[in-house]
Structure formats: structure tokens, C-alpha cells
């Protein structure tokens, strides 16, 4: 059960905590470094400290827990793009990556941009999705927002203020009129905000000119000055630390742009193709400095077969999977002291979940009762290992911690590469009005 009965919170409190505990994480390290029992039952967490005796217990004696992370931006693919990804590899390579809510973006074929397309996307996840998940409604010059929303989006785009990969860009004016509707509903924007300049487009470097940093630092800018509603806007995958310093909303930052650089790859190789690109070393390292003002990290998990990123590197796609490896590459840092545990939880988990109005999780009273237990020892990323369907990572032999166990809801979902089929739930948005 993910979604909170919507009740004051000291009467929700006093439901959740009488509930039966049906599962005990036993010395769990907490951020703060006290160490205390966890109990859960219904979904939620009932109580913290010492606790009772209960017919499900897991020591977490020398792991790191941390809650569920919220991966507030992938593409989950299915339908006639079933070769790159469908909702079952996608939802196990969540899981398996410590992820246990995804939120699929609308650029899907045909894209989610009516009620029936919303509730299509809805049911096909329901019918095979192993994690949480949500699905935004896309944005274009005939969104009908108030019927979106009542439909269940939980958020409206990510909207392309440029053109991507089975995106279609929006114009200024269309994207003013946007942001007034949604401003109206109290919903959130997700905006993809990048310029194009025409330049050929044909290896990692020209890709960097074709759509620089600087360009998307004044797409951002216009977007500020588009946003006249003062709508809440959310910057998706922003790529360099101007840009994030222009930014007037909040900021997503993507594991690849903080890991890789033109010099990860072969320059004419599209494996590195990403829309916004990877940028040189030297902006990779600068982004990392802005660690204190990126509020969210999300993997931008965009799936494409090798076959396909193999093309000539003008009609290969742009994008890159990661779900799966953001929590682990994200990890390996908290063990190496470079990032805190509280940061980490805080962009990965807390702040995607307040962001998008649903329940947190975590280590309170009233919490989602979702966990990732990662073991204290850094391991290699092997592409194939990893669950998604496109078989291949950009990360292959980074540094990364993997969680042996996964709980989600209470429920133990992922136990050393086996997967159980727990209680995954579709979170509607605020606006969400049952008609079927
Ligand atoms: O590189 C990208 N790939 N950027 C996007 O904005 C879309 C994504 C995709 O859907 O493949
Ligand atoms: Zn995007």
C-alpha cells in the first residue's frame, strides 16, 4: 500500500503504527549513525526501536540501508519498442538497482497525451511492473491538462523545450499557455530544456556543439521567463554548472553526467550519445561541485538496443540506460566518504518524493516501508549482469555497490539476483479521479 489513507497524519500515525509488524530490520545503521530496529506492517514503517518479536527479521548488522530510491526520470519503453525494454526488465532492473518507484516520461509510441493513452500506459504496467510506479502526461500544443490530470498523471512532461528522441519540441508560446494550466491544477512541470544549433552532428564532440552547455543554459533561462505563473517547474538532466545556476525551480542531475565525459568512449561511438551530450572532463568535474544544489538525481533511463547505437552516429538514438547502476554508482561514493548517506537520501529518495507529492520512505513512523540493503564492498559493473533488456551499460567496470536485498511495501522483492512478485501500486497525481 503506497499511496497514504488520506487522513490528518496524527490519526494516519496512529493507524499505521497499530498495525501488525510483519517484518524487523534489526540494527540498522541509521544516517545520524544511531543504530535501532525498524518494524513495518501494511506497507508503512510502525515503529523505530527496539522491537518485538516478529516471524520476519533481517539483521542489517555492517550494511548500508537506505530507503527506496525514487528515479523520478525513466523510459520504460513497450509497445512497438519492446526490444529495447518492457515494464517487466525495466521494473526488475529498478529493483535490482535499489529503485522501488519509477516515473515513466510520455514520449512513448504513440506518446501519452490522452486520458485513453494514460490509462492504456497505466495497465500495461500494472499487468507487469515488479516496482512502483507512475506515469506523466506528455506536452504538447493540443494537451488537454484538467483530463490528463484527472486521468491520473503524476506530473506533466518531460516537456521538450528542444527536440529529442521521440520528442517533439513545443514552441514559447505553447509552453507559457502550459505552464498556466498546470500552475492552475498545482501540478509539476518537468521540463527538458536544451538549444540546437545546426552544426553536422556526427561524433561526441560535434554532439557537444550541436546542443552545448551553454545553449542549454539560456533554453533554461527561458524557461524562467516563460514560467509567468509562477508554475512549480522541475529541470530535468541538467549537464553543466551554469545551466544549473540559472536554473529557477528545481534542479535533476543524471548519473551519466556526473560519471561520464566525451572521453568515457571512442568519440565517433553513439554508446556515449545522450541528449542533453556528455560534456568535456573539466565540466564534469565542475558539476560535481554543485553537489549542494542539485536536488534530485535521476537516471534518465532511456534504453536502446546495441544493434541501434551501433548506427552511423547521426541516426543512432541519443540516450542510455541506468537505472539500475544510479543507486550502486551513487553508493560506492557514500563508502568511499565522498557524498554523505544523508545527501544521497535526500536526492535520490526524499526530495523526488516531496517533489512529486507521494509518500516518502525512509526510517520514520508513517513512512513507505521500502529499503535497499547494500552490502559494504564495492564491486565491478558488468553490462551483463544487469536485468535491463537493452544488454549493455555505459558504466561497464565503474566502481559500484549493488544491494543484495530489496524490500519494498514490507515485502522482500529482490533477494541476491532472485526476484519475488511483492505488491507494486500505480501512484496516481493529486488530481487523479477514479472513472473506471
Ligand atoms: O538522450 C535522451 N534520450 N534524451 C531524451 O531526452 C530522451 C531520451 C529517450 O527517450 O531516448
Ligand atoms: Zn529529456
Redesign the pocket.
Known sequence: MVQAPCLYPAIRNYVIMTARTTLVLKNVTMPDGRVTDISSGSGYVTHVGSSQPCDHTIDCTGLLVLPGAVDMHV?MRGGVQFEKEDWQTGSRSALAGGVTVVVD?P?TIPPVTSPGGLFDRVEDAKKHSLCNFAINSGVDALTSFEPMWQAGALAFG?I?FAP????EAISEAVLRQAFERIASLGALATI?AEKIIPVPDQDLVSHDQVRSSEGEAEAVRDVNQCNKSRCRVHFC?LSSSASIEAASGSVEVTPHHLFLSQDSFDPSSALGK??PPLRTEEKRRELWKRWNRIDVIAS?H?P?TLDEKRAAFVDA????PGVETMMPLLAAKVLKREISVASLIEKTSSTPANLLRIQKAGFDIGNRADFALYPKEPAKITGDTLHSKCGWTPFEGHRAVFPGRVIMGGEQVYFEGEFTKGSPEWLPGGGYRKTR
Not at 529529442?164 to 520528442?167: A, C, E, I, M
Not at 538514438?317 to 542510455?320: E, V
Request: without cysteine; proline residues 5%; glycine residues 10%.
Open positions: 523510459h516520461q514520449n518531460e521538450f529529442s528522441s521521440y520528442g527538458h538532466h545522450v541528449n534518465d532511456a536502446h538514438p541519443a540516450g542510455m
